[in-house]
């Protein structure tokens, strides 16, 4: 069993900063990609920024330059700060992960967070 958990989510004044987390734990032997993606009411889920392997992160371009995904593998923990936000970036952030397990051995699978509500407004 996995399970990744997210926090810091909330309301924010547009320009406003935020961070979020998302900590995974259980049956895991490494974690291999971690993604952040958001949904907002009436729209399909996005991908907002991606860390494959080791590789550079990847950002939706609506994002670039205002947020940064980063990871600490000894925490099994992705961050997104989230810089100068605007009213559109409202929307429930979800975290991701591609995940190999323990048991059974070299079996990989990707794992959701229950997502965390981030509001821009004034």
């Known amino acids: 069993q996995v399970q990744l958990v997210e926090s810091g989510g909330g309301l924010v004044q547009p320009g406003g900063s935020l961070r979020l987390s998302c900590t995974a734990s259980?049956?895991?032997?490494?974690?291999n990609t971690w993604g952040w993606h958001r949904q907002a009411p009436g729209e399909q889920r996005e991908l907002v920024a991606a860390i494959i392997g080791g590789g550079m992160p990847n950002y939706a371009d609506s994002v670039k330059g205002r947020f940064t995904i980063s990871r600490d593998n000894a925490k099994n923990t992705v961050y997104l700060q989230m810089d100068v936000l605007r009213p559109e970036d409202t929307a429930v952030y979800y975290c991701?992960?591609?995940?190999?397990?323990?048991?059974?051995?070299?079996?990989?699978?990707?794992?959701w967070g229950q997502g965390t509500q981030v509001t821009v407004s004034s």
């Open positions: 259980g049956n895991i032997f490494s974690i």
């Open positions: 991701n992960a591609e995940i190999t397990v323990l048991v059974p051995a070299g079996h990989s699978y990707d794992y």
